[in-house]
């Protein structure tokens, strides 16, 4: 017998059933509550069922785990040890079906993050006419960081940056590609009767001290703006046109873009006075993961035709 004895081979063949995963859920919710009370309470199923499974699971181990009393079940020092694995074994499992949901979100998803709200405007139409069928996703944020975190996890199909991405994993190797999308140049709006509304630019601290009306869902532009100009009274409003309509009643002064202009939320009216600060004149890029440059090469030829018209 290879020098294994007999009721050794004998015991390894009687328990060789599956353990099912709903034992091992019940086994860690043991370890962790300690009462069957609290189990059956937790994951809403009688304290009977859970001592039933709890026999066919020791059952199938072929060793005792548990110390019984009349009313109360625990783990002995085997038992400990199966609950220790059974936690590693559903955080696994657990791991593997949200990997398997999020590669079928991405399989259907195209999601995308952008630095600033003007390229989602111009951007996702592109996208949704290259990718009919599945779902385009735009995100907003502040932080560049949060963009390249994403794209790295794979969170993101592609990200929007104010400057190109050319990280070096190896000399001459990029870890991304880059190309040049809209530009977008920042504007003061105020009336003809406020103090400023002679001037042909102005740099942002020329602003310090005003009350300004400001969309809080602008991307990097809120810290620039808030950064830059010093001792002003930001106004915020989440609304797009509930801001215009202030703007049009007030003498209040407001930012504005060449690409604001593009889409119909410019005030009437008012006075428009370019900010020449390099931070807010600024060219946007289209950044992916290099490895995936030659899948995306239709929506890179698509942005690049629609710079050329733009």
Known sequence: MNGFPFDTLALSQKHTAMIETYMLEQLAALAEYRTLSRVAETLHISQPAISRSMQKLEDELGVPIFERTKNRITL???????????????????????????AERRMRTFAYGSIAPAPIWELSP?????????????????????????????DYNLIVLTHP??????????????????????????????????????KLKDLAGEKILIHNKIGFWFSVCKEKIPNASFLEQNDLSTLSEIANASDLPTFFTNMSDRIGICPANKRVIPITDAEVNVQFWCVCRAEKRREYAAIFNAIRRFTETA
């Open 126 to 154: 592109i996208l949704s006419q290259l990718y009919m069928g599945m779902t385009v996703s735009a995100d907003l944020q502040e932080t560049e960081d949060i963009l390249r975190a994403r794209l790295d996890s794979g």
């Open 165 to 202: 991405l050319e990280a070096q994993h190896e000399p001459g190797d990029s870890l991304y590609f880059s190309q040049p999308f809209i530009r977008e140049n920042l504007s003061l709006l105020v009336s003809n009767a406020h103090r400023l509304a002679r001037r042909k630019s102005l």
């Open 76 to 102: 002995n020092a085997l038992g400990e040890i199966a609950a220790k694995h059974a936690k590693g074994i559903m955080s696994a499992h657990n791991d593997m079906v949200q990997a398997v949901r999020d």
